[in-house]
């Protein structure tokens, strides 16, 4: 995903899509309730998201994971005080970095780009030891959640920083990386895009690509397909030593977008052991109308997120919401997130499903704004019918099955 703090707050250029999907000040008047019974429940669980782009906040001034934000203010979806509240124990925190040119000037710029993220993780960590811990492996992910701690797991969005060097995937491992996709909206040197709009280039991996999904198997890294081809995602099927995933897809049977799946490939994906986490975007037609595309254009360029203070962003927030209310941006909503969940669940089965809804990076619905909705998603599974075993497994067991399968991997191919 274009990520949230770019879309809302450096430039209003993208009017439709995964801007409009923040209309964050249009809050539904009659929220689904959740039960104390069911939050209770979900409570139990060990809750972990897939797809968590919170560090393109660590940057910003002012800007502190372990404040109460709301997205009303300043569009954040993530930190401390509402994973508590939404019971979220931790998650993959995205290194990503926005597709540039395939040049040794463009890879410089991505990897330097990248380690940055990379440091700016750590430093969040090490800078809040009593709330935050690195996760490497499931047991860490389990030790570190009965600590009373929340657990980070490091993953990559776009491989492109590792230019042509396939030995900066080994330096961003020693760093905590423990999943990665090869490629984002566009082609790169490594992969063929779902959304480029030239067309495939590759016919799915390019010859170093491949090399880079031998390279991530041998160093136990699990290979994303969110944002890869149809022909990388099957290739990966057929290549990869270690269980894929897809951090934050949806299906195509909900809504036929390059970004979705087909059910073919959900179903291949689950029976090789893997799972896809449902997406909150590419679920329905976000296209703005003439009248909010004017409007958003009338707004004009936001603050630089590298600068901007608080104060500023929360005065362009409300400039943004004001034309939120006037002319609201097509969303869907929480009910057509959890057809899009229960679909896959009835193709892939409980063990082929995950949840990575793309919070601070185009995420959130009406009636799942931010992460204090999780428990909603257990009350629906519930009701749903399905078992207490079958839900934890899609909140956090068929990850971490994924993460030490990988890991397994590594290990038999170092010997």
Not at 127 to 151: P, V
């Amino acid at each position: 995903m274009r990520r949230l703090l770019t879309v809302l707050l450096a430039s209003t250029a993208l009017l439709g899509g995964v801007a409009d999907a923040q209309n964050k000040a249009k809050k539904p008047d009659a929220p689904p309730a959740v039960s104390k019974a069911d939050k209770a429940l979900h409570d139990k669980f060990l809750i972990l998201d897939t797809h968590l782009d919170t560090p393109t906040h660590f940057g910003r001034p002012g800007w502190n994971i372990t404040d109460r934000h709301e997205v009303e203010h300043d569009f954040s979806q993530v930190d401390l005080p509402r994973m508590n509240e939404g019971g979220l124990d931790g998650g993959f925190f995205v290194i990503y970095t926005g597709q540039g040119d395939l040049t040794a000037a463009g890879y410089e710029y991505a990897r330097n780009y990248a380690l940055h993220r990379a440091i700016e993780i750590r430093e969040m960590l090490a800078g809040n030891k009593t709330g935050f811990e690195l996760g490497l492996t499931s047991d860490d992910a389990r030790r570190i959640n009965k600590a009373g701690k929340k657990f980070a797991f490091v993953s990559m969005e776009n491989s492109w920083p590792l230019g042509e060097d396939l030995t900066l995937l080994t330096t961003f491992h020693k760093e905590g990386l423990r999943m990665a996709g090869p490629v984002h909206f566009r082609n790169n040197q490594l992969a063929d895009s779902s959304t480029d709009p030239k067309g495939k280039i590759w016919n799915g991996y390019s010859p170093l690509g491949l090399r880079w999904l031998a390279e991530a198997n041998r160093l136990g890294i699990v290979i994303d397909v969110s944002h890869a081809s149809d022909d990388v995602v099957d290739q990966s099927l057929a290549l990869s030593k270690a269980p894929i995933i897809a951090s934050h897809s949806g299906p195509k049977a909900v809504y036929d977008h390059p970004r979705n799946l087909d059910d073919a490939r959900i179903k291949k994906i689950a029976d090789a052991g893997g799972a896809v986490c449902i997406n909150s975007i590419y679920l329905t037609d976000t296209t703005p109308s003439p009248e909010r595309k004017a409007a958003l254009e009338a707004l004009g360029r936001a603050p630089d997120p590298k600068t901007a203070t608080p104060e500023m962003v929360k005065a362009y927030g409300e400039k943004r919401a004001a034309v939120d209310k006037a002319y609201p941006a097509p969303r869907g909503d929480f009910d057509l997130y959890m057809k899009s969940m229960l679909h896959v669940l009835k193709v892939a089965g409980p063990k082929g499903v995950c949840v990575g809804a793309d919070w601070d990076g185009g995420g959130g619905m009406d009636g799942f704004e931010d992460i204090t909705d999780l428990p909603k998603v257990t009350a629906r599974l519930k009701a749903a019918g399905y078992s207490d075993a079958d839900i934890e497994g899609i909140w956090s067991g068929n990850v971490l099955r994924i993460v030490d399968a990988a890991q397994a991997y590594a290990k038999t191919a170092a010997k």
